[in-house]
């Protein structure tokens, strides 16, 4: 059976992984609009507490400055008008993932779209999360090669980690996008990978539509005419979505890393990669530091997860509003699709 439509849609995977390309094929489709990279979902999420009961108008109002005013929310990138946001908002459903749907709504509006979505690769670790908020949310994880990821990790200027944390990154990724599969199951759960997306643009699009519920537009094959006006001018590190899609990147990692980086890559991630159709270089096993160090990195990382959902599951036990979820999303379209204003 095909998915109802205007159902949420998430984008997320490793970063480095291509996210942005298709946020930008997801946003050249006629019905289907996903912002630039936003940072003010998971902030209200674990910020929730501060707001109070949300069926208080003034609690709402005050969840709305601060999803519209905290300039770290990137709001300003959506190109809204503030006032009337935090207006909607206001007189919205009370609950959290309502509030938040409307911001993607209007941002959806500004293009005439009917369904909206967002992206973020770093939204692997908090699906959870998403899917309390979106209950009817459609998860899209797109897979690179991990050793592609890691060596464009390690080239970027805003990544203030090692690789060493960008493989344990890359691994994380998949895990927990695995274990979101089971979970959720086919209808609300695809991946696809970003060499295959780039080598066949028109199948796997295609593909992707058929799971979203949507028909495969050919402007999707086309991101580059999107990118003026969906990828924020300072982000100069994707400066390739504004050319033709090509595979200039793809397999890079072997200029990029250094010998002991494929090789712990390898050895760390092998299973991994070989799952996913990733062929192996045969480099030689990695050095027993390196493993260790590894291995001290990736169980910080799952200890942190861990405690994270465990202070989540503490306040869930006594939540300000009783329910997060936003409300029925056919429900809200209807209630916002009256006459725009000029």
Not at 24 to 35: D, F, G, K
Not at 307 to 313: A, F, G
């Given at each position: 059976m095909a998915p109802p439509p205007n159902r949420t849609i998430i984008v997320l995977g490793c970063p480095r992984s291509g996210t942005t390309l298709l946020q930008?094929?997801?946003?050249?489709?006629?019905?289907?609009?996903?912002?630039p990279e936003t940072r003010f979902v998971l902030d209200a999420y674990w910020s929730r507490r501060e707001f109070g009961d949300l069926r208080d108008s003034g609690n709402r109002r005050a969840l709305a400055e601060h999803i519209v005013r905290r300039r770290r929310s990137r709001f300003g990138d959506l190109g809204l008008d503030p006032e009337?946001?935090?207006?909607?908002?206001?007189?919205?459903?009370p609950t959290l993932g309502s509030a938040l749907g409307t911001v993607f709504r209007g941002y959806a509006h500004r293009f005439d779209k009917p369904r909206w979505g967002d992206k973020r690769p770093g939204y692997y670790q908090h699906i959870n999360e998403l899917v309390r908020l979106f209950p009817d949310v459609q998860i899209v994880h797109l897979i690179r090669d991990g050793r592609d990821c890691v060596g464009s990790l390690k080239n970027m200027d805003w990544?203030?980690?090692d690789s060493v944390t960008a493989m344990a990154t890359w691994a994380e990724a998949l895990d927990y996008g695995r274990a979101a599969q089971r979970r959720?199951?086919?209808d609300s759960y695809y991946q696809l990978y970003y060499e295959r997306l780039i080598d066949s643009p028109e199948e796997e699009l295609s593909a992707l539509c058929a799971f979203l519920g949507e028909e495969f537009d050919p402007a999707m094959c086309e991101p580059n005419r999107v990118a003026d006006v969906a990828v924020p001018e300072r982000k100069t590190w994707h400066t390739n979505t504004h050319r033709e899609v090509n595979r200039s990147s793809?397999?890079?990692?072997?200029?990029?890393?250094?010998?002991w980086e494929i090789s712990l890559c390898e050895t760390v991630l092998g299973s991994r990669l070989r799952h996913n159709g990733y062929e192996?270089?045969?480099?030689p096993r990695a050095a027993a530091r390196d493993l260790a160090r590894y291995a001290r990195v990736a169980t910080t990382r799952r200890l942190a997860h861990r405690?994270?959902?465990?202070?989540?599951?503490w306040w869930r036990l006594n939540e300000p509003t009783p329910n997060l979820a936003a409300v029925e999303?056919?429900?809200d379209e209807r209630r916002s699709t009256g006459p725009e204003e000029s």
């Open positions: 930008l094929m997801l946003h050249s489709h006629p019905r289907i609009a996903i912002p009337r946001t935090i207006a909607e908002i206001v007189d919205g459903p990544y203030r980690h959720l199951g086919p793809s397999g890079s990692w072997e200029k990029r890393l250094e010998p192996l270089s045969g480099a405690k994270r959902e465990l202070r989540d599951r999303a056919r429900s």
